[in-house]
């Protein structure tokens, strides 16, 4: 079974950079689409990043495009997100998981990581 672990969180004013790193164990990852969400307070868990197994086709939601960045190593069965041009409303608990819009199945959800972005 797929375990993930998010880390790279914390607290950036407006326009700084952070990287998202989610760590798995588990013998799937590396033939799964993966993708990062993000859960603002009192709003659903949005699906912002994708990447597919191989690490050569990316998907970004409108929100996110041009300022974020995923990435894998699939040696480290680990996927990145690169966060750059951050907003205050990019605030939001991070998480990964497989790319719904593929995957038929998601995996457990990790405990994600807090990012906060001052005004």
């Known amino acids: 079974q797929v375990q993930l672990v998010e880390s790279g969180g914390g607290l950036v004013q407006a326009g700084g950079s952070l990287r998202l790193s989610c760590a798995s164990s588990?013998?799937?990852?590396?033939?799964?689409?993966m993708g990062w969400f993000r859960q603002a307070p009192g709003k659903e868990r949005e699906f912002v990043a994708g990447?597919?197994?191989?690490?050569?086709?990316?998907y970004y939601s409108d929100s996110v495009k041009g300022r974020f960045t995923i990435s894998r190593d699939n040696a480290k069965n680990t996927v990145y997100l690169q966060m750059n041009s951050l907003k205050p409303e990019d605030t939001a608990v991070y998480y990964c998981?497989?790319?719904?819009?593929?995957?038929?199945?998601?995996?457990?959800w990790g405990q994600g990581t807090q990012v906060n972005v001052s005004s």
């Open positions: 998981n497989a790319d719904p819009r593929i995957a038929t199945e998601m995996f457990s």
């Open positions: 588990g013998r799937t990852f590396s033939k799964t689409s």
């Open positions: 990447i597919n197994w191989f690490g050569d086709t990316t």
